[in-house]
């Protein structure tokens, strides 16, 4: 199945650690399944996460009581058989992108033609990463 959704990257070193990944089934023309409660998702139109939203739902040991934005983060949208993976630019490595790419099942086979990765230097991405070295 191919989704869309939301991400943290909590752990740089060990990137098959990171869990705090929360997806949302989709077709490749990004419809979102029928089993979906779309009162769960949480973003202004009920048709994805927010970040800031679905942090504050999050068990404080497992956001180790951290603010949304202390992280790198990204989000996963999925259109007309193409792959956008928006996220903080630090995590837009290759390994990385290929592990957001295996953990929302981005592939062939879902009939994705083309993943485009946005690194996104805005305000609205930037983490503790950005603001120590900016």
Not at 53 to 58: C, E, L
Not at 87 to 116: D, Q
Request: glycine letters at 4%; one cysteine or more.
């Amino acid at each position: 199945m191919l989704y869309k959704g939301i991400f943290w990257i909590t752990d740089m070193e060990n990137i098959e650690e990171n869990t705090m990944i929360y997806r949302i089934p989709v077709d490749y023309m990004g419809n979102i399944d029928d089993s979906v409660d779309r009162t769960m998702l949480n973003s202004k139109n009920h048709d994805n996460y927010n970040h800031k939203k679905m942090w504050n739902s999050i068990n404080t040991k497992e956001t180790r009581n951290k603010s949304f934005d202390y992280y790198p983060r990204g989000r996963v949208e999925i259109s007309g058989g193409r792959a956008t993976i928006f996220a903080t630019p630090c995590i837009c490595t290759e390994e990385i992108i290929e592990y957001i790419s295996k953990m929302f099942e981005i592939t062939n086979e879902n009939f994705i033609h083309t993943v485009k990765v946005v690194p996104d230097y805005s305000k609205h991405y930037q983490c503790f990463l950005d603001r120590e070295n900016g």
